[in-house]
């Protein structure tokens, strides 16, 4: 697959939050001391950042705050801090009164794999969307996190925005991005790989390559939006192939792919396959790319997967 590589998400975060803050007034910057906005000019909207320091939980209370008196709070913090260290406010403060918080988690999955398994996160996801009444998007390029980011804005109760911290390939254009929507960016009727995150698109996308060199077609998905899930495309796609195999940059348990055969579950029977981050913590430092190719999210560990499991469905009695 050609890919060219542009901004970070984070970075086409930052540009759409200065372009808005310029014109709207209920938008308040919050930060904590991520260095994002370290040489941004906000310029009337200056007034409007404030930098609270290392103190998430806070962090999350001051925003709650804001948000009851009609503000829409843009909370800054790495994604680890916000789902584990922070969480407690997050629930109490924001989630329980519905409130209108932009919580924008930054260095998500292993793309701080420098700094360790205390930098990690592959727990957000299912902190996140285990919260009622709780948006959870996690954008698979620059472009599409512009395009959600803005959407997301406007929409009623909290928001968890999952973002990574490296510029990433863009993904090929498929449909238009929308909050709630899967993107098709690929259409084969013989497996489904349903993908979230920069890195496990673009494995995914690999993968039906090579799953297309010997004959089997694959429809890729970019699911952004982990809640609420689009249930309905996925349950289409799945009814027309049968298997399911899900690409996430999280721990198995709870994330995306669990989301996906939950919801699956519900709707028609399937054969789900989850590839994710092993039950384990990250024991080593090492770049984004690097640990969660270590971590068996592979394009051959896909394909693997689509075909064992396209396997055990030709297997199966009628």
Not at 270 to 276: I, L, P
Request: with cysteine; net charge negative; proline share 5%.
């Amino acid at each position: 697959m050609n890919a060219t590589t542009t901004r970070s998400s984070r970075e086409a975060y930052r540009d759409a939050v200065v372009d808005l803050m310029r014109t709207d007034e209920r938008l308040v910057c919050l930060d904590s001391d991520t260095g994002l906005f370290g040489s941004v000019d906000f310029g009337p909207g200056a007034s409007r950042y404030i930098n609270i320091g290392i103190a998430e939980h806070t962090l999350m209370g001051a925003a709650a705050g804001l948000a009851k008196e009609g503000r829409i709070p843009l909370v800054n913090t790495f994604a680890t801090f916000a789902a584990s260290r922070a969480v407690e406010a997050v629930k109490i403060d924001i989630a329980l009164n519905e409130l209108p918080v932009r919580i924008v988690g930054t260095h998500s999955g292993v793309s701080a794999g420098h700094l360790g398994p205390t930098h990690h996160s592959l727990e957000d996801l299912a902190a996140m969307r285990a919260l009622p009444g709780m948006t959870v998007v996690a954008p698979g390029d620059a472009a599409s996190t512009e395009t959600l980011f803005r959407q997301a804005v406007g929409l009623p109760g909290p928001v968890y925005l999952r973002l990574g911290r490296n510029a990433t390939p863009d993904l090929p254009s498929g449909a238009d991005v929308r909050v709630g929507e899967a993107q098709v960016l690929r259409d084969g009727g013989d497996v489904t790989l349903a993908a979230c995150g920069p890195y496990p698109v673009l494995a995914a996308l690999t993968a039906a390559d090579r799953l297309a060199a010997d004959g089997v077609e694959a429809t890729v998905m970019h699911v952004h939006t982990v809640k609420p899930l689009d249930v309905d495309a996925l349950a289409e796609s799945a009814g027309r192939t049968g298997v399911v195999v899900t690409v996430e940059e999280h721990w198995r348990a709870a994330g995306f792919g669990s989301a996906v055969a939950e919801a699956l579950t519900e709707r028609l029977p399937v054969v789900v396959r989850r590839a994710g981050m092993p039950d384990s913590f990250v024991g080593v430092s090492g770049g984004q790319k690097y640990l969660f190719e270590r971590g068996g999210v592979t394009p051959s560990a896909i394909a693997a997967l689509a075909r064992s499991a396209l396997g055990s469905v030709r297997r199966s009695p009628l």
